[in-house]
T-cell receptor, first 115, second 114 residues
Framework: AQSVAQPEDQVNVAEGNPLTVKCTYSVSGNPYLFWYVQYPNRGLQFLLKYITGDNLVKGSYGFEAEFNKSQTSFHLKKPSALVSDSALYFCAVSRDRGGYQKVTFGTGTKLQVIP | DGGITQSPKYLFRKEGQNVTLSCEQNLNHDAMYWYRQDPGQGLRLIYYSQIVNDFQKGDIAEGYSVSREKKESFPLTVTSAQKNPTAFYLC?????????????FGEGSWLTVV
């Protein structure tokens, strides 16, 4: 069985400071890892994903994430937080296999950027 | 614009009634999904379909039904058998080929049982 853990229900950061939203995963085989953002009463928007290659992945709105295989982590980062980054962030995992592979989502982390 | 359209955005249902949530996509994606979102529980998979006229149960299919008669459409019916249907429902789609392909989401539908 595969799983995703987002250990922090909420992360508070001051505007202009760097932010990190943590994600660890468990999956057999090679992982595919995703980050999504959700604004209130909206669907999920894709931010970035790791498939293979460079461990540092760059995505939308200045976000990036680092894949760490030994620590089974895929933390989301941004060098300078904006108030508009305040939202709910989801990490998700799938795996490198043929046919349909389930995507498992974490429970989400609420990011609050304080002006 | 290409995308996924869910309707209605807000729906109220009386206990004992069935309701159907609409999901239409013009992305030409083969795979479509329905998720349920409850606070603090992330997203849970209700049903998925990889191709027209075929669909599979997800993790929490009891009390729900779907159909996939057209590639573009994947409606979800919440039946009276679903004991706690009040939630935010998300439809999604994904292009075929790889589990690394990105899943795209609609804007969601709120269902409230009154």
């Amino acid at each position: 069985a595969q799983s995703v853990a987002q250990p922090e229900d909420q992360v508070n950061v001051a505007e202009g400071n760097p932010l990190t939203v943590k994600c660890t995963y468990s999956v057999s085989g090679n992982p595919y890892l995703f980050w999504y953002v959700q604004y209130p009463n909206r669907g999920l928007q894709f931010l970035l994903k790791y498939i293979t290659g460079d461990n540092l992945v760059k995505g939308s709105y200045g976000f990036e994430a680092e894949f760490n295989k030994s620590q089974t982590s895929f933390h989301l980062k941004k060098p300078s937080a904006l108030v508009s980054d305040s939202a709910l962030y989801f990490c998700a995992v799938s795996r490198d296999r043929g046919g349909y592979q389930k995507v498992t989502f974490g429970t989400g982390t609420k990011l609050q950027v304080i002006p | 614009d290409g995308g996924i359209t869910q309707s209605p955005k807000y729906l109220f249902r009386k206990e004992g009634q069935n309701v159907t949530l609409s999901c239409e996509q013009n992305l030409n994606h083969d795979a479509m999904y329905w998720y349920r979102q409850d606070p603090g529980q992330g997203l849970r998979l209700i049903y998925y379909s990889q191709i027209v006229n075929d669909f599979q149960k997800g993790d929490i299919a009891e009390g729900y039904s779907v159909s996939r008669e057209k590639k573009e459409s994947f409606p979800l019916t919440v039946t009276s058998a679903q004991k706690n249907p009040t939630a935010f429902y998300l439809c999604a789609s994904r292009p075929p080929g790889s589990s690394g392909n990105t899943i795209y989401f609609g804007e969601g539908s709120w269902l409230t049982v009154v």
